[in-house]
């Protein structure tokens, strides 16, 4: 599976935005899929994650209420959409996917996930 993370760029606090990501490959519809990001001088930390068919979705406490993730397995894409953006936002934003087929939940932990997009910049102006 290959990752391309886009929507990336710059913001004011409280505004939206959303960013995709567009993965080939087969299995990708089969395969769990997550959003990470990783602020500057700081460690990449979880944002939220999808089950294959998108019936489950799991997000870090900092986002809940804010964020959501979905997926469209027929483009081959999953999005974040981001709203009422912070600061504290401010971050590269990486998409990941799961090699494991068809588990019952989305991984929240990096070294469960097995393939990763370039990332993309968000930056939240105050």
């Known amino acids: 599976v290959q990752l391309q993370a886009s929507g990336g760029g710059l913001v004011q606090a409280g505004g939206s935005l959303r960013l995709s990501c567009a993965a080939s490959g087969r299995t990708f519809s089969s395969c769990a899929m997550g959003w990470f990001r990783q602020a500057p001088g700081k460690e990449r930390e979880f944002v939220a994650s999808?089950?294959?068919?998108?019936?489950?979705?799991y997000y870090a406490d900092s986002v809940k209420g804010r964020f959501r993730i979905s997926r469209n397995n027929a483009k081959n894409t999953v999005y974040l959409q981001m709203n009422s953006l912070k600061p504290e936002d401010t971050a590269v934003y990486y998409c990941a996917a799961d090699a494991e087929t068809y588990t019952v939940v989305a991984a929240t932990r990096i070294r469960e996930y097995d393939y990763w997009g370039q990332g993309t910049l968000v930056t939240v102006s105050s």
């Open positions: 999808i089950t294959w068919s998108g019936g489950s979705t």
